[in-house]
Each structure stands twice: as structure tokens, then as C-alpha cells.
């Protein structure tokens, strides 16, 4: 009897590159006959490929490394498909000693990047760069958009108010740093002009400013940041109209489901980071071109220079129009 071949994907943090996993998991589990598909992750992410149909079997990261290295020598994988390539990974790799295939990072091109703005850093998307880890065992890119699927059904008046169904327009205020997210004042601007009532979404760090944004506008908003579940937000996003975000988890999540997206980035980069809307023809990125962008990998606190215009020189309009405009098919 032919043994079945039994795999373990790694990559333990954070929420975005995770999402962007979700396309190797899935060839690996189709295009590999009768494989057996594991992944690990940090438990703060399970949330990520819990559901997932083709995953076979979540693992945790445990608090003492060693109990997770005992665990990995318990299942007796065939092969270790590291795409963190961390200290940690390192170590999974040398004490388990099972075969193990790792991604490339590209630190000292990002870092010329940042510092000198000299681009030797890959053009391919994350998703591909990941895939290529994989290429040993035959794998080929299916070409088919980022899998994330929700834990239940909602119903949308159980989750807006009525003055907002049945259609409405997302925008995801939320990201970690200050230098990845619009002033207040020019998303309330944006908002206005939007012929659309808006959901504002982002975690319990930016209701403050959802309330802010909300009382420039009136009615026409709802501030929901802070107030649902991941899974409730997610939901909201597969029955917007179109879905504006910043450079952060939930917009990712959002590339999911067919909806037409806008991609807003401040002082980070899609060429940077190596992510953008993957495999999504209704979707747009938006940034404007300055000498002293990027600044950051991961977004920062303030604006090195502290006139912001990575985020404050992004013309309006051109988030206005893509709310407003009737075709999705751009």
C-alpha cells in the first residue's frame, strides 16, 4: 500500500501573512493525491484556517517550543513547508529533522529599499513567493484568490441598522499603526461625497475614531469598530457594496469574496511587503508616489518628516468615484 504523504505548513504569525497562505494549503491539498495537509500557527490566528476544508489538521504553537517539537516528532511528517523563517522555525527544523523546504525572505533588498529607495526586491506577489517553496513536489499556482470562510450566517439587521440595508459601502479605518491609517477628518470627507451609507470596521483601538468620523457625518455612518466579532465583520464585508481599507488584516480577509476592493496605503508598500489584492480583477490600489515613501515595513507611530502627505495627499475623489461607480468590472 502506498503511504500517504503527510505535510506540515508553518507560519505562525501575523494575521495578513497568514491569509496569504491559505492558496499553498489549497494546491497542496488538491494537486497532491490523498496528501495529509497540517498547518501551524500561533493560537491568536487559528481563527484563520479554522473551517478551512482543506486543511486536515490545525496545530498550535505552545507556550514551551519543546512541547511543540514533540509534537511535530509525534506525527512523523514527511515534510516541513516553513514560510515564516524565524528563529523559531529554525529550531522546529533542526531539532525535528525532517526535510523541510523555506521560504526566502529578502531582508537586505527591503532594507536598501527603505533606506535608499533601490528596488532589487522581488515584483511577485507573497502568495507566489510562497508557492515557490512548494514547487519541489510538483505544485502549480491554480491562480485562484485567498480562501477564508466564516464560522456561521448572520443576518444583516441583526448586525446594522435599518437605515443602512440593504446596500452599503465598508470602510476599514482599523490598522496597527498610526502612519497606515487616514486622518479622521479626510475619511469623514471621503464619506460624505460616498452616495452609499457607510460601515465604518476596525477593533476596539479605533472606536474612538469611528465616533470622531461618525459626528462629522451624521446618520450616514454607523461605527461598528469595536462593538462586533472578527466573524460578524467579516460577514458585513461579503454583503457590502464595495469595501475601502488600509494596508491590514481584515482588508486582506476582504480580497476573499467577490467584491470589489480598494487597497489604501500611507507609508508602507505593496512592492514592499510583496502583498496586494491577490487574484482580483475588481480591485484597485491606492497611494500616491513621494520620495520619502515607503518609510516602513510595518507602519509607524508618526510621520518620520511629520507632514503625512502619504496619506493626507491621496485625492479624494478617486475613493469617491470607486464607492460610487455603478460597474464593478472597472
Not at 38 to 61: Q, R, S, W
Not at 257 to 282: H, I, M, R
Request: aromatic share 12%.
Amino acid at each position: 500500500m502506498k503511504k500517504t504523504l503527510k505535510i506540515l505548513v508553518i507560519r505562525l504569525s501575523s494575521m495578513g501573512d497568514i491569509i496569504y497562505t491559505t492558496p499553498v494549503v489549497r494546491c497542496l491539498k488538491l494537486q497532491l493525491v490523498d496528501a495529509e495537509i497540517h498547518f501551524l500557527t500561533k493560537p491568536a490566528f487559528k481563527y484563520i484556517y479554522e473551517g478551512n476544508p482543506y486543511v486536515d489538521k490545525l496545530l498550535l504553537l505552545q507556550k514551551n517550543l519543546s512541547d511543540t517539537i514533540y509534537q511535530i516528532k509525534a506525527e512523523k511528517y514527511d515534510y516541513l513547508i516553513d514560510l515564516h523563517n524565524n528563529l523559531r522555525t529554525s529550531l522546529i527544523k533542526f531539532k525535528t529533522g525532517i526535510p523541510a523546504s523555506t521560504f526566502k525572505k529578502q531582508p537586505l533588498q527591503k532594507w536598501l529599499y527603505l533606506k535608499w529607495k533601490w528596488k532589487f526586491i522581488s515584483d511577485k506577489h507573497l502568495v507566489d513567493r510562497y508557492l515557490e517553496t512548494v514547487a519541489f513536489l510538483g505544485i502549480k499556482n491554480d491562480g485562484q484568490p485567498i480562501n477564508y470562510y466564516l464560522k456561521r450566517q448572520y443576518k444583516l439587521p441583526d448586525l446594522l441598522p435599518a437605515s443602512h440595508l440593504p446596500n452599503y459601502v465598508v470602510f476599514i479605518i482599523g490598522a496597527t499603526h498610526f502612519t497606515k491609517r487616514m486622518p479622521n477628518e479626510k475619511v469623514a470627507q471621503i464619506c460624505n461625497d460616498i452616495n452609499f451609507p457607510v460601515v465604518l470596521l476596525g477593533g476596539d483601538d479605533v472606536k474612538i475614531n469611528g465616533d470622531e468620523i461618525a459626528s462629522f457625518t451624521g446618520k450616514k455612518i454607523y461605527n461598528a469598530c469595536g462593538t462586533l466579532t472578527l466573524d460578524q465583520s467579516v460577514f458585513l464585508l461579503t454583503q457590502a457594496h464595495k469595501i475601502i481599507g488600509f494596508d491590514t488584516g481584515l482588508t486582506h480577509i476582504a480580497e476573499a469574496f467577490d467584491k470589489p476592493v480598494a487597497s489604501v496605503w500611507g507609508s508602507t508598500a505593496p512592492e514592499l511587503v510583496g502583498v496586494w489584492p491577490y487574484q482580483k480583477k475588481d480591485a484597485e490600489v491606492i497611494g500616491v508616489d513621494l520620495y520619502c515613501r515607503p518609510c516602513s515595513k510595518f507602519g509607524l507611530e508618526k510621520c518620520p518628516l511629520g507632514h503625512f502627505k502619504c496619506m493626507k495627499d491621496i485625492p479624494n475623489q478617486q475613493l469617491i468615484n470607486f464607492a460610487n461607480k455603478a460597474d464593478a468590472s472597472f
